[in-house]
């Protein structure tokens, strides 16, 4: 699925590793960057995560929340989030419905070999649930700023 600056956002629920449930659609009035990211853990998704958590206050002041999402489970999210002190939620999509809701899940190549994998996307959602931005294929070092340029 390929989604464009205007479309609706695709409603999702996902668990969130608080113990919580995070609905799509229950954070209108807000905007919101849905990140989807590979793995937790990992070099490039730490650097992204703490970016993130380093400029949260940037992104509240422009009434924007974030929401990482990877198909980690529940436990890998929460022992990642304890050791990078990450103050915003990681959502589990195991089965990977958002994933490919939001064309997050596709073909990739890595040293010659292709395979099926998470694709870095980060999605801007307006107040009202439609695409401001969309981002695939991005670069995990900068783009929570270069995500933050973008409410500017």
Same mark, same amino acid.
């Given at each position: 699925?390929?989604?464009?600056?205007?479309?609706?956002?695709?409603?999702?629920?996902?668990?969130?590793?608080?113990?919580?449930?995070?609905?799509?659609?229950?954070?209108?009035?807000?905007?919101?960057?849905?990140?989807?990211?590979?793995?937790?853990?990992?070099?490039?998704?730490?650097?992204?995560?703490?970016?993130?958590?380093?400029?949260?206050?940037?992104?509240?002041?422009?009434?924007?929340?974030?929401?990482?999402?990877?198909?980690?489970?529940?436990?890998?999210?929460?022992?990642?989030?304890?050791?990078?002190?990450?103050?915003?939620?990681? %959502?589990? &999509?195991? @089965?990977?419905?958002?994933?490919?809701?939001? *064309?997050?899940?596709?073909? $990739?190549? +890595?040293?010659?070999? =292709?395979?099926?994998?998470?694709?870095?996307?980060?999605? %801007?959602? &307006?107040? @009202?649930?439609?695409?401001?931005?969309?981002? *695939?294929?991005?670069?995990? $070092?900068? +783009?929570?700023?270069? =995500?933050?340029?973008?409410?500017?």
């Amino acid at each position: 699925m390929s989604l464009s600056p205007g479309d609706n956002a695709p409603n999702f629920s996902l668990e969130s590793d608080d113990g919580g449930q995070v609905t799509l659609s229950e954070l209108r009035g807000k905007r919101v960057v849905l990140y989807f990211y590979p793995k937790d853990s990992t070099p490039g998704c730490t650097t992204q995560a703490c970016d993130f958590r380093d400029m949260k206050d940037d992104f509240l002041a422009k009434n924007t929340v974030v929401l990482g999402v990877s198909k980690d489970s529940l436990k890998s999210h929460a022992n990642f989030r304890a050791k990078q002190s990450l103050n915003f939620p990681l %959502l589990s &999509d195991p @089965e990977l419905e958002v994933h490919k809701l939001y *064309g997050a899940w596709g073909e $990739k190549k +890595n040293y010659g070999k =292709t395979y099926m994998g998470t694709i870095r996307t980060t999605v %801007l959602i &307006d107040e @009202e649930g439609k695409i401001m931005s969309f981002g *695939g294929n991005v670069r995990a $070092k900068g +783009n929570a700023q270069r =995500t933050l340029d973008l409410l500017s």
